[in-house]
């Protein structure tokens, strides 16, 4: 069983930047495949970000080179950090654990991005 709990969203203007936390309990962290998921308003949720539990990182192409995922696997978190932020970033952020069949989602946390 993982428990996630997702901090670190509010509201910014175009071009700034947010970090985004994830705080996961459980004993199989280290184990998981981790990654950043989010939902706008009408749309389906898609991936943002994800990190493998050896530390390889994957990005959907809107957020390329303007996002970074980071894990600590002795802390149990994950971390996104959002830089250079645009409107359309804006969504309902969520925190994602997958291991083996077993997958765990946190609350959400939201990343509003306006002047």
């Known amino acids: 069983q993982v428990q996630l709990v997702e901090s670190g969203g509010g509201l910014v203007q175009p071009g700034g930047s947010l970090r985004l936390s994830c705080a996961a309990s459980?004993?199989?962290?280290?184990?998981?495949?981790m990654a950043w998921y989010r939902q706008a308003p009408g749309e389906h949720r898609e991936l943002v970000a994800g990190i493998t539990r050896g530390g390889i990182s994957n990005y959907a192409d809107s957020v390329k080179g303007r996002f970074t995922i980071s894990r600590d696997n002795a802390k149990k978190t994950v971390a996104l950090q959002m830089n250079s932020l645009k409107p359309e970033d804006t969504a309902v952020y969520y925190c994602?654990?997958?291991?083996?069949?077993?997958?765990?989602w946190g609350q959400g946390t939201q990343v509003t991005v306006s002047s």
């Open positions: 994602n654990a997958l291991y083996l069949e077993y997958e765990y």
């Open positions: 459980g004993s199989i962290f280290s184990r998981t495949f």
